[in-house]
């Protein structure tokens, strides 16, 4: 047993999600064309990756533009008119209500002139929508519909995700919530993956959910270096403590502690005899990638056995090996492994 910081933290466990991540869709109804990509490829942020037939769309741009000229010259005859009568009513010939009805006549046209123009870009937008571009960078996580297909206006074509970052959304208790701030870390163990990786809190749900009454937060996991034994995935189920707390004091691992008897013990080697110490336990948290408990009842530097040992009766003896010398301190547990077990004294 010895004294050391003990990093106290909260349980936390969730699938992995993309920060980035995109559903193309369909802006225009029409028969899909041009789509190559499947799940895993890599594409870029402005990458065409497919399109709708626009030849129905390019008629509607053409036909929009014979009405617009259509319009154009129509308000070009009006205003010849207006002017005309503007010319006659200041001689007298026509009456002024004349000269009414050719004002509102060139309104009317010029309006119709405007309406059209705007068709015309309505029609040249759609033309532009039959092109799908990728919006960010990344792969190809869902292919939703085959080339030839005809496809409606929000149809769901290709979901794109940015796994350089990557987010685990954890849902905690309302009292486990009130110890987490952002920028607090933890460390997480994905499925799969040999090793731990670090986390942060990022973001924190200021609302808890309906039902539940759970707080999300979330922990951001850069991933753009692909420092990781196994390429981390969107969906991957991850879980590890966050770290809330660090207080210093005598703790052992947490396999050391027994319950087989009323009170929590650890079993302790002393004059080379297996010792049964009755302990209290307090705070549990991690020392790096062990899970320790605070204890009182033990002296510093006490040697303790861990939990592989299994448990021995009380005056069994023990003769530590070589390795063992070098290994067992009175700072440290005395390793499972380091210690050959005898008779117990009579």
Do not use: C
């Not at 890599?42 to 319009?71: C, D, M, N, P, T």
């Not at 009568?85 to 509102?104: E, H, M, P, W, Y």
């Not at 204890?295 to 040697?303: D, F, R």
Request: glycine share 8%.
């Amino acid at each position: 047993a010895q004294t050391r910081e003990v990093v106290q933290g909260l349980a936390v466990s969730g699938s992995l999600k993309a920060v980035n991540s995109a559903v193309i869709k369909a802006r225009v109804a029409g028969e899909l064309q041009g789509l190559t990509l499947r799940e895993g490829d890599f594409v870029k942020a402005g990458q065409v990756i497919a399109h709708i037939e626009a030849s129905e769309y390019l008629s509607r741009v053409r036909q929009a533009r014979e009405q617009a000229e259509s319009a154009k010259a129509q308000v070009e005859v009006v205003q010849r008119q207006y002017d005309n009568n503007k010319a006659l009513v200041d001689q007298g010939f026509i009456s002024r209500t004349a000269l009414d009805l050719s004002l509102a006549n060139l309104n009317a046209a010029q309006a119709t002139y405007k309406a059209a123009l705007a068709a015309t870009e309505i029609a040249a937008k759609s033309v532009a929508d039959t092109v799908l571009k990728a919006p960010i960078s990344g792969q190809v996580s869902q292919r939703l519909a085959q080339p030839g297909e005809r496809v409606g206006v929000d149809a769901r074509i290709v979901e794109v995700v940015d796994l350089s970052r990557l987010e685990l959304e954890a849902a905690l208790s309302a009292s486990d919530a009130v110890e987490v701030r952002v920028g607090q870390s933890a460390e997480l163990q994905i499925e799969g993956s040999p090793q731990a990786i670090g986390a942060k809190v990022v973001r924190i749900n200021p609302s808890a959910q309906a039902g539940s009454r759970s707080v999300l937060v979330y922990l951001s996991i850069d991933n753009a270096g692909g420092g990781t034994a196994l390429p981390l995935r969107q969906g991957l189920f991850a879980q590890g403590t966050l770290s809330t707390t660090r207080a210093s004091g005598l703790s052992v691992p947490v396999s050391a502690v027994r319950t087989d008897k009323p009170a929590p013990y650890v079993q302790t080697v002393e004059n080379g005899q297996v010792v049964h110490r009755a302990v209290e336990l307090g705070a549990r948290g991690t020392t790096g990638s062990e899970a320790v408990v605070a204890v009182k009842g033990l002296a510093e530097g006490a040697l303790v056995m861990r939990g592989e040992m299994g448990a021995l009766r009380e005056g069994t003896k023990v003769r530590f090996t070589p390795l063992a010398a070098e290994q067992a301190s009175p700072a440290t547990s005395a390793p499972a492994n380091a210690s050959a077990v005898t008779k117990p004294a009579p």
